[in-house]
């Protein structure tokens, strides 16, 4: 027993004394953020975040300067640390536009984009105790090294150095929701400014964001998958828990489990009347036996979401009249998909989506009056997708659809307990929402995987609650 035991020791110590040389020979460098070194399970070399590399960022950066008039200037701010309490910091996620031309995922930072002087960033500079706290982050040295900016400094002499880019510039881009007083209380932008020579930059970066290279569609069809596994679970797990905080709670769990870094928004769960409240956000209320469940989420994976909306009976079987409502739905969600393709427009897709709708709802009694249609759904049919859950908001709904835009397609009807229409359909809230690639010939659904057919919810609640994910997913594939 000694012999084993001293044989067990020495094996052991072997075992740490190769680990130890083996960590030892050469330390992964920090800076506030994954590296390829640092999270090679996560990052390719090369890449600056998950997914994207450095020639994709410098490329971003290239189109913007020459979207920027002659002699201008494009200043743009890191999302700003937002507290919960006094000593509690909310969970920091970066401003779109700051991660899309520079990949730096931390706060504090402002850069400085033109012809003249290519990328330049301000970095903040911490301190012995900020790195014991908050641990390491990008310094100036990371900001030339990894983001590749041509000139970088320190943020404490931000002051001297932007002060001469913006007077010898003749107009600023700058984006107002996050400007910096770093910046703004400059007399040379404010001088700028008063002259109307500041403008809004997301009209520019927004352009670009419409169109997704191939590695951001990678990322974005991942992410509809991750979406799509967990909103499945879930619905799995809804049968045996009809409460509305513990389905919230199960479906960001299965997104993190699946590599998802946060949920895209709160997700709206909403039990029988709730589902008519468009974005109840409440989630606190048991669903009573026979109700119908909207949920409405989505998630993050490496700086792309993913946006997903079902409605299904937590009982496994919807009745005649939810069945009857839910069909409308259903039928529009898919004419509206059918009719995504290069050159139509979100507007047009709305007002045939509303045309349907009208129909649909006059027909069954439920709309009288065709001008009260928007007190059963005031929202549009769809949204543009990316990096926020409402992309690219400075492009309007007018804007030709092309190649390589995400949009989604929601329709819906929410019936207010109070609304004058037959008491039956009172209190009932319905949207199917799904994920649309536009391509060259048409449409690709990114959601496409997750069931919304009456008869596949059905079975998937009464048969497979034991069924692998994965399997149950491809199984209703269409």
Known sequence: ?????????????????????????????????????????????????????????????????????????????????????????????????????????????????????GLCMFIPESTPNDIAWQGEVAGVDAALEVFKAEQAYPIGILPEILSGMIRNSSRVFHNVQTASQRYTILSEFQKLASLGKVQTLSTLTHELRLIKSSAELKLMRESASIACQGLLKTMLHSKGFSDEGILSAQVEYEC???????????????GGPNASVIHYSRNDQRIK???????DMGCEFHGYVSDLTRTWPPCGKFSSLQEEL????????????????????IRQLNTYSTELLCNGLMKMGILKNRRLYH?????????????????????????????????????????????????????????????VLITETGYEVLTGSMPKEIKHIETLLNNHCHENVAQSLASFSS
């Open 375 to 435: 007190q059963l759904n005031p929202t549009s049919i769809g949204h543009y997708l990316g990096m926020d859950v409402h992309d690219s908001s400075a492009v309007g709904y007018d804007r030709p659809l092309q190649p390589g835009f995400v949009i989604t397609i929601e329709p819906g009807v929410y019936i207010p307990s109070s609304f004058d229409c037959p008491e039956r359909f009172q209190g009932i809230g319905i949207r199917i929402e799904d994920e």
């Open 289 to 295: 036996d026979g109700d119908l469940v909207l949920m």
């Open 1 to 117: 027993m000694q012999v084993l035991a001293r044989n067990l020791v020495r094996r052991v110590s072997r075992t740490q004394v190769i680990s130890r040389n083996a960590y030892s020979t050469q330390r992964v460098r920090d800076i506030g953020q994954p590296t390829p070194a640092s999270h090679p399970h996560l990052m390719a070399e090369g890449e600056v975040t998950p997914g994207i590399g450095i020639e994709e960022y410098i490329g971003r950066r290239k189109k913007l300067v020459e979207l920027l008039p002659e002699n201008s200037l494009a200043i743009f701010s890191s999302a700003p640390v937002k507290m919960m309490t006094d000593v509690v910091p909310y969970t920091f996620r970066q401003e779109a536009d700051y991660l899309y031309l520079t990949g730096c995922q931390q706060p504090g930072g402002v850069a400085v984009l033109s012809g003249e002087h």
């Open 326 to 345: 839910y069909d409308l739905i259903l039928q529009t969600n898919k004419d509206c998909i059918k009719q995504c393709k290069p050159g139509t427009t």
């Open 256 to 270: 993190r489990v699946r590599g998802a870094q946060r949920m895209a928004f709160n997700p709206v769960v909403g």
